[in-house]
C-alpha cells in the first residue's frame, strides 16, 4: 500500500485527491484522512486504524486516555465513535457500501491490558449508495470546529428537527434544552464541576501535560485557562456569571444518552454526536462540548435529575448555537502515527 502521505495541513485534504486507480487498501488509507479531522475530548485523538484490501479496522488507544478527566473511558469511547462517523461519511462520499461490526473480539474495555481495544470493524465495498442520513455532511468534515464563544441567535424548530433526525439508533436519544430556567440550572451544575476540578491537582496536572504537548488549540486553552484563574483567584461570582452566560445563552444545550451504559452505545453516542455537528456546521450552526458535569457521578446523577431523564444515562452534553468564528484549526497527529 502507499501509505497516506504527510501533506502539510491535515485540513486541507481534498476530495480531488482520492486516487482513483490505487488499491483498495490505499483508498481506504485516504478515508482515513478524514477520519482523523473529528473531534475528541481534550483533543487527545485516541484512535488506531489499520487498513487491508477489505476494510479498515478502527482501535481506541488506551494510551491515550484520561485517567482523571475521563475515568470511565466514556470520553474514549465517544470521541472514537466520532472518529468512525467521519470514516463512513467519507466512505459514502466515495461510494462505498460500508457495514460496521462493533467490537469485533469482546466488549471489555481493557482486554489483557492490551493497549488497543478493537472497537469495530467496518468492511467497504465499491458500488454503494449514499445515504439521506450522511450524504449532504462531507463538506463539513473539514469546516467543523469546536467554539468555545458565546452563542446567540435562535435555533428554527426545522433546522431542531432534522437535527432530531440524524439521532437513528434506537437506544440512543437527544434532549434539546430550550427552556430558561432548565438552562440556568445547567449552567450552574457546569460551574460547580468547573469549581471542583480546577480544586483537584490531578486534574490539573492532567489538563496541563495535554496543554503542554500542544494538543488544545488557543482557544480551547484561552477558555479553560480563564476558569482556572478565576477560580484561583476565588471569583466565585463572576465565574458563576461567565459560565451561565455561555449556557443560558446558547439557544439549545444538546444531552445524548443511552438507554443502556455499554461501550457499543458510547461509540454510537460519538456517531450521532458526530452527526449532528456536521450537520449543525452545514447548517452555519456552533457546537461546544462541556464534559464537566458528566466527569463527576454525584454531579451527572443531578444532570440525569435536571433533565428529567426516567431510564438511561446522559454520554454527551454540548451547546448549539450561532456563534462568531475563532480563528485557527486544533492540530492532528501525523497519519503515521495513527495507521497501520
Ligand atoms: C467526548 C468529547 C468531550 C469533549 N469535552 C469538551 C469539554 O468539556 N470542553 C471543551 O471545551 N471541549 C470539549 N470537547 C471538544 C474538544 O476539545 C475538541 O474536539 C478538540 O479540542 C479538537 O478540536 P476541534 O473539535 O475544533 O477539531 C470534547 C470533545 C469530545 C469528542
Known amino acids: 500500500m502507499d501509505r497516506p502521505a504527510d501533506a502539510g495541513d491535515p485540513w486541507a485534504v481534498s476530495a480531488d485527491e482520492f486516487p482513483d486507480d490505487a488499491s483498495p487498501e490505499t483508498q481506504f488509507a485516504f ?19 489499520s487498513v487491508d484490501d477489505g476494510g479498515v479496522d478502527v482501535y481506541a ?52 491490558d492490551d493497549r488497543f481495544v478493537h472497537v469495530a470493524r467496518v468492511v467497504l465495498a465499491p458500488d454503494g449508495s449514499r445515504s439521506a442520513l450522511r450524504g449532504g455532511l462531507f463538506e463539513a468534515l473539514t469546516e467543523r ?33 430550550e427552556s430558561a430556567e432548565t438552562k440556568a440550572a445547567l449552567g450552574d451544575l457546569v460551574t460547580r464541576a468547573d469549581r471542583r476540578q480546577f480544586e483537584n491537582p490531578s486534574y490539573r496536572r492532567e489538563l496541563g501535560e495535554w496543554i503542554g504537548n500542544g494538543a488544545l488549540e488557543p482557544s480551547w486553552v484561552k477558555a479553560k485557562l480563564g476558569q482556572l484563574v478565576v477560580t484561583h483567584l476565588d471569583l466565585g461570582d463572576r465565574q458563576a456569571a461567565t459560565d451561565s452566560v455561555l449556557v443560558e445563552s446558547a439557544p439549545v444545550v444538546v444531552a445524548l444518552g443511552s438507554d443502556a451504559d455499554t461501550l457499543s452505545a458510547r461509540v454510537r453516542v460519538g456517531q450521532t454526536f458526530e452527526r449532528l455537528a456536521l450537520f449543525a456546521t452545514t447548517e452555519g450552526l456552533s457546537v461546544h462540548p462541556m464534559s464537566q458535569v458528566l466527569e463527576l457521578a454525584d454531579l451527572r ?40
Not at 31 to 49: C, D, E, G, I, K
Not at 85 to 112: C, I, K, M, Q, W
Not at 301 to 307: A, F, G, Q, S, Y
Open 31 to 49: 478515508l482515513v484522512r478524514y477520519a482523523v479531522l473529528a473531534p475528541s475530548s481534550h483533543n487527545t485523538q485516541p484512535w488506531r486504524f
Open 61 to 112: 488507544d488506551t494510551e491515550r486516555w484520561l485517567p482523571v478527566a475521563d475515568a470511565d473511558r466514556r470520553e474514549l469511547f465517544v470521541s472514537v465513535g466520532c472518529a468512525l462517523e467521519n470514516l463512513l461519511v467519507a466512505a459514502e462520499r466515495f461510494d462505498f457500501d460500508h457495514e460496521v461490526t462493533y467490537f469485533p473480539d469482546g466488549t471489555s474495555d481493557h482486554p489483557d
Open 145 to 177: 470546529s469546536t467554539n468555545h464563544g458565546p452563542f446567540y441567535g435562535e435555533v428554527s424548530p426545522t433546522t431542531r428537527g432534522a437535527l432530531a433526525e440524524a439521532v437513528t439508533d434506537a437506544d440512543i436519544w437527544a434532549r434539546f434544552v
Open 301 to 340: 446523577e443531578e444532570l440525569v435529575e435536571t433533565l428529567g431523564v426516567e431510564t438511561g444515562v446522559v454520554q454527551h452534553l454540548f451547546r448549539l448555537g450561532y456563534a462568531d468564528p475563532e480563528p485557527g484549526r486544533s492540530s492532528r497527529r501525523p497519519l503515521a502515527a495513527v495507521v497501520d
